[in-house]
């Protein structure tokens, strides 16, 4: 990946990669799970320990490859189990939990030592080839570098995706070695031994190749990241969700809507943002963590950690920082930006504000380019405006002040004190006219033309 994240941390539709097999593995309901771990080991083990607690973490020693994973892995099973172990990649997270129980099945109706996962690809190479018998059954695993020209040429290639018994996979598994030019223990080398014994071996194909898909770069993340937000749209789409432009719009596994919901072109929803019946979010919005009630309209606004009530409505161009909080028909509107801020019930700001670290009662109005002055270089302060107060164009108010129930403040006023319920805050200061200045000190300009020409 070229990167300082290891590449099972690398998001996908709002989860690290390896997040996505996890989820899978828990819907089979296994006896154990064990998860190998070796590069970056402690970032990548409290991520798989959050998203599966019950899963056995185990370090892969200084041998390197994929048969010393599972020989590590199977050593931490219980000494008398006596199941199937299936194997998995953590970089392959479109396999999902309907395509491993029907190959499940399939194993177990074989009745194979084992069975590997296949695909079939328009371009297989690179790929290590399954090879079958004239009669179609599995006969071996060619890699790409041992490939003869005719084997090159077969199209189904093996997915690294096995189910095993596990006393045919504890018997193989002590055969390995590291006599190869990479030094390492394969896990291919064990389905040779099982043939070589004369054991059966399936393979059996998925129905779409790119579920076995391996993310080894950004560009192959990029990839499955279209494929899997093209199959969470659909599936909300049927879920009763408008989506007017599916390839602009972005929605994390995590995040739900509610039927009705309508999304516009260039919506990305992200993390656990839930959207209610009847919302319009859109166009160019992006929702991360947020809370969006019953028929809201959030249009051209980016908002994370925010809670938007019912009826309200925000933006177009509005930015909502965590802890905002807008009541039941309020309004946040163009150009505003919030900041831990609750604002009330049907109250609003309409227009050009910062509103931070402040909290706004029911039925209030905030005037046009307010901004609360939060901050003294020090501390934050909090600023509290009550109910049904409608407060001046261009106000500042200096935190920590409080603007009483029913107040007003007037245009330009910058509020320094408290202002009782229902009085009137201005900023005394008598405007003053100078006569005839713009033809004294701007002599010969338009203005003091126009000026001269005014019959004012």
């Not at 070796?38 to 607690?53: G, S, T």
């Not at 309209?297 to 950690?305: F, I, P």
């Amino acid at each position: 990946m070229k990167s300082t994240l290891p590449k099972l941390l690398h998001p996908l539709a709002g989860l690290p990669l390896v997040s996505h097999v996890l989820s899978t593995v828990e819907t089979l309901d296994a006896a154990h799970v064990v998860s190998v771990v070796r590069y970056e080991r402690d970032r990548l083990a409290a991520v798989i320990a959050e998203q599966l607690p019950v899963s056995l973490i185990v370090d892969q020693d200084e041998i390197p490859g994929t048969g010393r994973a599972v020989e590590q892995a199977v050593a931490a099973l219980p000494s008398d189990f006596d199941g199937e172990v299936l194997v998995v990649n953590g970089d392959v997270p479109l396999l999902d939990a309907a395509t491993l129980t029907d190959f499940i099945a399939a194993h177990r109706a074989s009745q194979a030592a084992a069975t590997v996962l296949s695909a079939v690809f328009d371009d297989a190479t690179g790929y290590g080839r399954i090879i079958r018998s004239e009669s179609g059954s599995f006969d071996r695993i060619v890699e790409q570098k041992d490939a003869t020209d005719a084997e090159k040429a077969v199209d189904e290639i093996n997915a690294g995706v096995y189910l095993f018994g596990v006393s045919q996979l504890r018997d193989q598994l002590a055969h390995l070695d590291t006599n190869n030019a990479q030094g390492e223990k394969y896990l291919t080398d064990v389905i040779g031994l099982l043939r070589a014994a004369g054991s059966d071996v399936a393979a059996v194909p998925v129905r779409e190749p790119w579920l076995v898909a391996g993310i080894n770069d950004r560009a192959q993340l990029s990839e499955a990241a279209l494929i899997l937000n093209a199959l969470i749209v659909r599936s909300w789409q049927l879920a009763g969700v408008t989506i007017v432009d599916p390839a602009t719009t972005w929605i994390d596994v995590k995040s739900t809507l509610a039927p009705d919901v309508t999304l516009l072109p260039g919506t990305q929803i992200q993390g656990a943002t839930t959207v209610a019946t009847g919302a319009t979010v859109g166009p160019d919005s992006t929702l991360m963590d947020c809370e969006i009630g019953e028929n809201a309209v959030v249009k051209r606004t980016d908002a994370t950690l925010a809670v938007v009530g019912a009826g309200a409505s925000v933006g177009p161009f509005a930015y909502l920082r965590p802890g905002t909080v807008l009541g039941t028909d309020g309004k946040i509107g163009t150009f505003v930006e919030t900041k831990n801020a609750t604002i009330g019930a049907e109250s609003k700001v309409p227009h050009l504000s910062y509103i931070g670290d402040t909290v706004v009662g029911v039925g209030s109005n905030v005037g046009a380019g307010t901004i609360t002055a939060n901050y003294d270089g020090v501390n934050k302060h909090k600023t509290v405006v009550g109910s049904h107060v409608r407060t001046g164009s261009h106000n500042v108010f200096v935190a920590p002040v409080r603007i009483a129930d029913g107040a007003y403040t007037g245009a330009g006023t910058v509020v320094r004190k408290d202002v009782p319920a229902g009085s009137l805050a201005i900023n005394v200061a008598p405007q003053r006219n100078m006569d005839g200045w713009v033809q004294a000190n701007r002599p010969g300009t338009d203005a003091a033309k126009a000026a001269s020409e005014s019959g004012d």
